[in-house]
């Protein structure tokens, strides 16, 4: 992330993208970026899934999601959008079930307990294994720096002028990981029910192989955060102004000072805020959310004005970040609880943002899905 280098300062970054394991091997499902040129009997030639088999029980804690054919990406009138979300594309996305809400700290715990799994944010730091993806020449850190850890967010003493230096509010925290998400010092006895943060990519998928699950799309989870509204810039409409009463965000000068008006400074627990139509919570804010789709700042300009419409799309072929060319990203989506309307406003729907696949942090976790084939198998 060279970009990073410049914000966070060597030793954050270095650590930031360190943890360099191998990793969990994803599912693999069928290439489905099908594409022909008549957009409707492509349509009409594929099967689409709405409506739950009436054979099939929803998983335990997961919802149904309608198959739809819909726009992704920023919607007319959005004009917090920005050009990583356009312009918007056609997509047809079969149904599937997903967690009703975002995984918590005692599902996660539950995994741990029957895996012995160790997440990336607790595991020591190859710097042989670092080098190749930090530039030529960079110096080895202090054995201190390469220590487990990972970042933890810190309120500004004064207010921030430049809201791309990250280093401003993130701070490398030895110690920091899903059991002690704020530092060492911090704890998740008591809250069972708040997502489970500092997951890394890795994690993430380790605990869907133990679960039998997948990650979402980008294409399912903006499908499943629409739930049947597809014209919107939120999940719940266009009404900014009930945003305290529906998301868990940051309200007030960021990173000074938080209102709270939404009740909470950091996270909160899941099903705090009302469900969106299809009974899934915290769609939007609370904690950003994985998906299995790189990251391409250029993927919607690419899939667009073709005139196809992508079924079951599953992102760019290959990830690409101008600023963090180094940096193999997934998109992650939602949002958090430092989204704030004077920066990047994620908690609309189509709002994506790359997250390295090795970093863990304070405001991110996930949700999995299943789709009907793996429950068919």
């Known amino acids: 992330m060279k970009n990073s280098i410049k914000v966070l300062g060597l030793s954050i970054l270095i650590v930031m993208l360190a943890n360099c394991k191998s990793e969990t091997k994803e599912k693999k499902r069928p290439e489905t970026n099908t594409v022909k040129e008549n957009i409707t009997s492509e349509v009409e030639e594929h099967a689409i899934l709405v409506n739950k ?50 995984v918590t700290n005692k599902q996660f715990s539950e995994f741990v307990d029957a895996t012995s799994y160790v997440t990336i944010a607790e595991r020591g730091i190859d710097w042989e294994e670092l080098k190749k993806q930090v530039p030529p020449g960079t110096p080895k850190p202090h054995d201190s720096i390469l220590q487990p850890g990972s970042l933890t967010f810190k309120k500004s003493k004064s207010p921030v002028t430049n809201l791309y230096d990250f280093s401003q509010w993130w701070n490398w925290t030895i110690g920091a990981n899903w059991q002690h998400p704020n530092g060492p010092k911090s704890t998740i006895k008591g809250k069972d029910n708040y997502p489970v943060v500092q997951i890394a990519y890795e994690d993430a998928l380790a605990y869907c192989e133990w679960a039998n699950r997948r990650l979402p799309t980008e294409a399912e989870w903006e499908l499943a955060s629409r739930a049947g509204s597809y014209g919107s810039v939120y999940n719940w409409g266009n009404d900014v102004s009930v945003l305290s009463e529906m998301a868990n965000t940051w309200e007030g000068d960021f990173p000074v000072s938080n209102s709270k008006n939404d009740g909470f400074e950091l996270r909160a627990p899941v099903k705090s805020y009302p469900a969106n139509a299809y009974g899934l919570y915290d769609m939007a804010g609370n904690v950003w959310e994985w998906t299995s789709d790189w990251y391409n700042t250029n993927y919607y300009k690419e899939m667009n004005g073709q005139n196809t419409v992508l079924i079951n799309p599953m992102g760019a072929n290959s990830p690409f970040t101008p600023n963090n060319p180094l940096a193999k990203e997934k ?25 390295s696949m090795d970093s863990s942090l304070e405001h991110t976790g996930f949700r999995t899905v299943v789709s009907i084939d793996m429950l068919t198998k």
Do not use: N
Request: proline share 4%; with cysteine; hydrophobic share 45%.
């Open 53 to 102: 088999p009436d054979e099939l029980i929803a998983p335990e804690g997961m919802v149904w999601v309608s198959g739809a054919t819909f726009k992704q990406g920023a919607v007319a009138g959005d004009k917090m959008a920005m050009g990583h979300e356009k312009p918007a594309i056609d997509v047809l996305v079969d149904g599937f079930f997903m967690d009703a809400t975002e």
């Open 331 to 355: 998109v992650i989506k939602g949002g958090s609880f430092l989204c704030s309307d004077s920066y990047c406003a994620s908690y609309r729907v189509s709002a994506r943002m790359g997250s």
